[in-house]
């Protein structure tokens, strides 16, 4: 007799979008919007954030207070090792990360860094510090998961940089 297991990866929910968003920008009306990225967006995007999009199509929402802009956030879809994560970035008006929310991993719970870790995106600029062992901390045993996070967070404050002088 044969007995043959499976292991099937479950995706986890971590935090909901509504929950992220309402953690960003608390009080704030929402708007989102799609984005259709033209190629030379996508290579502005890319360079500045020196990480390919996962995808040209790109989920933006508006956060505005009594109608004044008060921040944006992007959602980015990625694979980490060979599992999906998505990540919600939170961006200031001044095009700071406010903060970066995992909103859905499919990896192992063990590889997914702490909460209090992703407080180490909040206030930093797209530099050459944003990067994992200079401006980001590492995290052992998560090594390719700090990575995609701050990848994704590049990404992130790369399109809003290369898009938000076109918001009104």
Same mark, same amino acid.
């Given at each position: 007799? @044969? %007995? %043959?297991?499976?292991?099937? *990866? *479950?995706?986890? !929910? ?7 968003? $309402? ?5 704030? @009306?929402?708007?989102?919007?799609? #984005? ?10 890319? =360079? ?9 199509? &790109?989920?933006? /929402? ?7 802009? &008060? ?5 980015? +879809?990625? @694979? &980490?090792? +060979?599992?999906?994560? +998505?990540?919600?970035? *939170? !961006? ?10 995992? #909103?859905?991993?499919? $990896?192992?719970?063990?590889? #997914?860094?702490? $909460? =209090?870790?992703?407080? +180490? ?27 995609? %996070? @701050? ?7 790369? /399109?809003?940089? !290369? /898009? ?5």
């Amino acid at each position: 007799m @044969t %007995l %043959l297991f499976t292991s099937v *990866a *479950a995706s986890s !929910v971590v935090i909901s979008q509504k929950e992220a968003l $309402e953690r960003a920008f608390p009080g704030a @009306t929402l708007e989102r919007k799609m #984005l259709y990225l033209e190629k030379s967006q996508i290579e502005s995007i890319q =360079k500045l954030a020196r990480s390919r999009l996962p995808s040209p199509i &790109v989920t933006m /929402i508006l956060a505005r207070e009594s109608g004044k802009l &008060v921040g944006r956030a992007y959602i980015d +879809t990625h @694979t &980490v090792r +060979t599992m999906p994560e +998505t990540v919600l970035t *939170a !961006v200031r008006p001044d095009g700071r990360a406010k903060g970066a929310f995992v #909103l859905q991993f499919a $990896e192992p719970m063990d590889y #997914l860094p702490r $909460e =209090k870790w992703l407080t +180490t995106f909040d206030g930093k600029p797209l530099d050459n510090e944003l990067w994992p062992g200079r401006g980001v901390r590492r995290v052992t045993g998560a090594t390719l998961t700090v990575q995609a %996070l @701050t990848d994704s967070v590049r990404r992130s404050l790369a /399109i809003d940089q !290369v /898009i938000h002088q076109e918001i009104p």
